[in-house]
């Protein structure tokens, strides 16, 4: 027998297997491990894959792992999220389980995909009680521990007693036809900054409420999924979307004040197929409401088949996205940052997916995405590397004095250690950090303020220069160059030309430019696209440009031979 304490890694796909197809996979890992099976770690709970390619979330929670938190930190909840093999050693019960959680996806017979998870299990041989039975065991002993079904502050259903009761309900009544509803107040952090967290819980209990009465008149059920997010499962021939308007028309009254106007939305999705678990309906309905998120005069969105071939193209992002990176079908493409006289000083990368049939994807079709997806973080790195790999390569040649600039994403600072990645790079490398130029957006330095503006404090101190990037493009800019020291300010020319008036754009611009220079900072304008906004940019005292009427973002090498040749 082989150490229980070492549990050999299967070989998976990137790209989602069939229901048939993960069957067989799972088939030939039998005898392998103690345990090994699929599981939904959202709903924590085992997946039955079916002959005819149905799949069955079976049992309740199967509380070992992490059992007195339940289970949002096991390893398989991790691994779903993070979309990364992980590895934990549980104890329960005297007993040692060593668990390895890897993520998959899996195509159901509708086209999407979901997100699964196989867990292999060894349990330590002198405790176990014979592997398959013990933990069966332990899946189904465990109800006692699941007590806590109700949310404190507001009454609803946690998260997974809703899931758990809306897939019994559903199941159990497979000739009635429902719906699932999720419902999001929009800016809800606003609530507690604005006026503290006592008014935020108010909002809460009443939303709930409100709420609660709605799914008990219809004889439904409500959860609380997370912070400010509800859930709702109502029988169909109950639902009036009139409910949910006066609903929210009463919530809006309430809360009404001068500095913040209350709006919840709402997205509804059909139960079109009882089998879906209840944590895909309401990610389907909460498809359905990000598309009115910025729009406070909707209220409710209805999935639709629009919105599913949506998802399947981010599935599609997400899931070749591993196997994009490694093949190297990521390109760092570099457009110039000239002086006026259209001398390069440097470059902004800028990434471009090379598919393997030879198109090309521009970064606004998968960034968003991969932040999403808690990617964006692999291809920043990528990106980053190539840009430091680049200006090593142009160290002690004619192109020395060139900087590249990367763009780093909001996520990267919470998902990376920021500081010790760039710094770590350029000293492997041996390149100056003053070479590489970290523009960072005010949304990066918004999540979380205080953190990103130590790191970003620190990255100067070592040496980088930091730019602001698309100033004043988000609400904030100002209020953001109060608290932060940066050492550029890159304006898009983009959010001028959306005012029409010429004059009052000008005037804007010159006072920023001015403000930056009093402040200590460079100024770089981009989307620079005539000659015209050139002569005026040059007058305003502007001296670096980016622009198509430099050039669009282009390889490396036609980079090296139009802006950095030789002489
Ligand atoms: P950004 O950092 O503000 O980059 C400038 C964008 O403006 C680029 O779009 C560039 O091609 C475009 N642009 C430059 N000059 C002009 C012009 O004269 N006219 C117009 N209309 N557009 C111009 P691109 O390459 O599509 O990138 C879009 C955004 O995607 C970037 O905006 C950046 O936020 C993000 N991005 C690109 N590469 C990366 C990356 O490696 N990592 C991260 N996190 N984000 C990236
Ligand atoms: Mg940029
Ligand atoms: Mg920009």
Redesign the pocket.
């Known amino acids: 027998m082989e150490d229980k304490r070492t549990l050999s890694e299967p070989q998976l796909k990137q790209s989602p297997y069939t229901v048939e197809e993960l069957r067989a996979f799972m088939s030939g890992l039998e005898g392998r491990y103690d345990l090994a099976r699929v599981v939904d770690p959202v709903e924590c709970r085992k997946l039955e894959l079916q002959e005819d390619g149905k799949v069955e979330a079976l049992g309740s929670c199967y509380s070992i792992w992490n059992a007195d938190q339940k289970c949002k930190n096991c390893s398989s909840a991790v691994a779903c999220r993070t979309g990364c093999h992980q590895e934990k050693l549980e104890h329960y019960q005297d007993r040692d389980y060593f668990i390895q959680s890897n993520p998959v996806s899996l195509r159901l017979e509708d086209g999407s995909v979901y997100n699964a998870v196989i867990e292999l299990v060894n349990i330590r041989q002198e405790t176990a009680q014979g592997g398959n039975d013990r933990a069966a065991e332990n899946e189904n002993g465990n109800g006692a521990r699941y007590q806590a079904q109700h949310d404190s502050l507001t009454g609803a259903l946690t998260a997974d007693a809703f899931y758990e009761q809306a897939r019994k309900t559903i199941q159990g009544e497979p000739t009635r036809a429902w719906v699932v509803i999720t419902a999001n107040i929009v800016n809800f952090r606003l609530v507690n900054t604005l006026f503290g967290v006592m008014k935020g819980n108010e909002v809460l209990v009443r939303t709930a409420a409100l709420l609660r009465e709605l799914a008990e008149r219809a004889d439904g059920l409500c959860g609380r999924l997370g912070a400010d997010q509800f859930a709702l499962l109502l029988p169909r021939a109950q639902y009036r979307e009139n409910d949910l308007l006066l609903l929210a028309r009463s919530l809006e009254k309430t809360f009404h004040s001068g500095l913040y106007t209350f709006c919840i939305h709402f997205g509804v999705c059909r139960v079109d197929d009882a089998s879906l678990p209840v944590s895909v309906l309401c990610g389907r309905a909460n498809s359905a409401l990000y598309t009115i998120r910025d729009d406070l005069t909707q209220t409710v969105a209805y999935f639709n088949d629009d919105i599913l071939q949506n998802m399947l193209r981010e599935q599609k992002v997400i899931s070749s996205f591993d196997e994009a990176l490694r093949s190297g079908q990521?390109q760092?493409?570099l457009?110039p940052l000239v002086k006026e006289d259209g001398i390069a000083v440097g470059a902004?990368?800028?990434?471009?997916w090379r598919k393997p049939d030879g198109t090309m994807v521009?970064?606004?079709a998968f960034?968003g995405i991969?932040?999403n997806a808690g990617l964006?973080q692999k291809?920043?790195l990528?990106?980053?590397e190539r840009a430091v790999q680049q200006l090593r390569a142009w160290q002690n040649t004619h192109r020395s004095e060139l900087t590249i600039?990367?763009?780093?994403?909001a996520?990267?600072f919470y998902s990376l250690d920021v500081y010790e990645v760039l710094t770590g790079l350029v000293e492997r490398y041996g390149v100056d950090a003053a070479k590489l130029r970290l523009?960072i957006?005010e949304t990066a330095l918004l999540v979380e303020p205080d953190k990103s503006i130590a790191i970003v404090s620190a990255l100067r101190e070592k040496g980088f220069l930091v730019e602001i990037?698309?100033f004043g493009k988000g609400y904030s800019s100002l209020s953001l160059l109060k608290n932060i020291q940066a050492d550029v300010l890159?304006i898009?020319?983009?959010f001028l030309q959306e005012i029409r008036d010429r004059k009052r754009s000008g005037i804007i611009l010159k006072s920023v430019i001015n403000m930056a220079g009093l402040l200590g900072m460079e100024v770089i304008t981009?989307?620079?696209?005539t000659r015209e906004q050139l002569a005026a940019l040059a007058d305003m005292g502007c001296s670096r440009f980016?622009?198509?009427?430099f050039s669009?973002?282009i390889p490396v090498e036609e980079f090296e031979t139009r802006f950095a040749a030789e002489g």
């Open positions: 990521f760092m493409y457009q902004e990368a800028l990434v471009r521009m970064p606004g960034i991969l932040e964006i291809l920043d990528y990106i980053w600039s990367v763009n780093m994403s996520k990267d523009e957006t990037d698309d890159k898009d020319m983009g981009e989307g620079v696209e980016q622009g198509f009427y669009r973002p």
